[in-house]
């Protein structure tokens, strides 16, 4: 049942906090986004040498876009943790993430996370020399910098 737990320590089943069987049911059906996800990303990299009329390519923005919507609007959701600015810009934790840091994280969560961040990645590592052909929404292309520097 969604609204009960099972306490670690005691192994006594307790009710779930609201955040978390909020959490629960936005990320029930994500292993399907996922396969999905990794199925997009595929063929969009294979469509760079097996596409001869350029289809894909055609769509290219439209997906693009939508993988790095998507990624955004995902990372919205995590919560941050604390960190400060260390010598030249560069953030550094504070303390390693505490227990209740993880337990706000769906597992699927971040799997959903690391697949887009691998797509996008063979995405713009196969596309990199025509990147510049393809126009991107501002935002878009300002989250793609980390993924050209091999920041991500």
Same mark, same amino acid.
């Given at each position: 049942m969604l609204t009960r737990k099972v306490e670690p320590l005691t192994g006594q089943t307790v009710p779930a906090s609201s955040s978390q069987l909020k959490l629960r049911v936005d990320y029930a059906d994500s292993q399907k986004h996922i396969w999905a996800v990794e199925a997009l990303c595929t063929l969009v990299v294979a469509s760079y040498t097996e596409d001869q009329y350029g289809v894909v390519q055609k769509s290219f923005c439209t997906i693009l876009n939508s993988l790095l919507d998507l990624l955004r609007a995902v990372e919205a959701t995590l919560p941050t943790r604390p960190t400060f600015t260390g010598v030249?810009?560069?953030?550094? /934790?504070?303390?390693?993430?505490?227990? %209740?840091?993880?337990?706000? *994280? $769906?597992? #699927? @969560? #971040? %799997?959903?996370?690391? %697949? #887009? @961040?691998?797509? *996008?990645? @063979? *995405? *713009?590592? +196969?596309?990199?020399? $025509?990147?510049? /052909?393809? +126009?991107?929404t501002p935002e878009n292309q300002q989250r793609l910098t980390p993924f050209l520097n091999f920041w991500e």
């Open positions: 030249g810009g560069v953030g550094v /934790n504070v303390h390693p993430p505490s227990r %209740t840091f993880f337990a706000s *994280i $769906h597992p #699927l @969560q #971040l %799997t959903l996370v690391s %697949t #887009l @961040q691998s797509g *996008i990645y @063979q *995405i *713009i590592c +196969t596309f990199r020399d $025509h990147l510049h /052909n393809f +126009t991107l």
